[in-house]
């Protein structure tokens, strides 16, 4: 939670900095194509990451089919959640509302794909969308233990299950579902780079 709440007031400086060098037109042209090099920045740590991550890469070997349904149910309620969602929200489109659910709880990556995509609205919005996802999950998982199951704050964490809130899913849902929890939340963050880009393709 402490690396949420950090990323969160990073972000509420650097509004307050930019909407304060803008005033005074000081900030540099090249700004606007910073966030592009840092995706690809991002993109290629998170391969260094799952590909240089022994276990995880034993429990994609061993990980047995069925399991699959857990971050497979994970992407179509997250996905069936915003549709629903959505014919409350008259400012985004669809596609916009389910890209942003798409990030399973991925803020950094999903929030840079959709502004570099969509623009600054939907991809702030997606940013705070995902970190909230992480910090309910941080605050509620005992509570979705009680009435979901040890497999909901696994469902709630997204891909955050496999690092920020997995150890708080271990000591609620049981240390029996930290090889589920870590499993899923590979997946998730395997599939969220190419997942966001897909649905605001069309």
Do not use: C, H
Request: no cysteine.
């Amino acid at each position: 939670m402490k690396n949420s709440l950090i990323i969160l007031l990073f972000f509420v400086l650097g509004v307050g900095v930019g909407a304060w060098g803008e005033g005074g037109g000081w900030i540099p042209d090249a700004f606007d194509s910073l966030s592009t090099y840092v995706l690809y920045g991002l993109m290629g740590l998170v391969g260094f990451g799952i590909g240089g991550d022994t276990q995880a890469l034993k429990v994609l070997k061993d990980t047995k089919l069925k399991i699959m349904l857990v971050p497979l149910s994970v992407v179509i309620g997250s996905l069936g959640g915003a549709s629903l969602v959505y014919v409350f929200i008259k400012d985004l489109d669809l596609q916009e509302v389910l890209a942003i659910s798409a990030g399973f709880g991925y803020y950094s990556l999903s929030s840079l794909f959709i502004t570099e995509l969509r623009g600054e609205v939907p991809g702030t919005i997606a940013l705070l969308t995902n970190i909230m996802r992480e910090i309910i999950t941080l605050l509620m998982t005992p509570l979705f233990v009680r009435w979901a199951g040890p497999l909901g704050p696994i469902a709630s964490g997204g891909a955050t299950s496999m690092d920020t809130t997995l150890p708080i899913i271990s000591l609620y849902s049981g240390k029996q579902y930290v090889m589920i929890a870590l499993f899923s939340g590979i997946v998730l963050t395997v599939v969220v780079p190419f997942l966001v880009p897909f649905i605001l393709s069309f």
